[in-house]
Nanobody, 122 residues
Framework: VQLQASGGALVQAGESLRLSCAASGTIFSVNGMDWYRQAPGKQRELVAT???????KYVDSVKGRFTISRDNAKNTAYLQMNSLKPEDTAVYYC?????????????????WGQGTQVTVSS
């Protein structure tokens, strides 16, 4: 199983970006999918989360600007980021709780994608 994050770029303040996180491999199902970010010198923080049923939560600093969504048929999550600010600059990581069949049993594991750099210039 692999988790592939993409979509990071250098943009100016006020612009938008959409990040994608695609899970691939022999997957039984995908439960929660999350986006985290880590700015230089700071701890990694949870930015947004979405359940398999589509319920979402956001950190306060991105509410009203970021939207997390998913396409269950494609095992892919998205993070639409609007009105970007310089303080949104960070490496963004996706995380997913993926169920795979192991020895005939469904087991859930946590997978991380590689980071994708988002840089917002003022």
């Amino acid at each position: 199983v692999q988790l592939q994050a993409s979509g990071g770029a250098l943009v100016q303040a006020g612009e938008s970006l959409r990040l994608s996180c695609a899970a691939s491999g022999t997957i039984f199902s995908v439960n929660g999918m999350d986006w985290y970010r880590q700015a230089p010198g700071k701890q990694r923080e949870l930015v947004a989360t979405i359940t398999s049923g589509g319920s979402t939560k956001y950190v306060d600093s991105v509410k009203g600007r970021f939207t997390i969504s998913r396409d269950n048929a494609k095992n892919t999550a998205y993070l639409q980021m609007n009105s970007l600010k310089p303080e949104d600059t960070a490496v963004y990581y996706c995380n997913a709780q993926i169920v795979v069949i192991t020895n005939g049993n469904p087991l859930q594991y946590s997978y991380w994608g590689q980071g994708t750099q988002v840089t917002v210039s003022s």
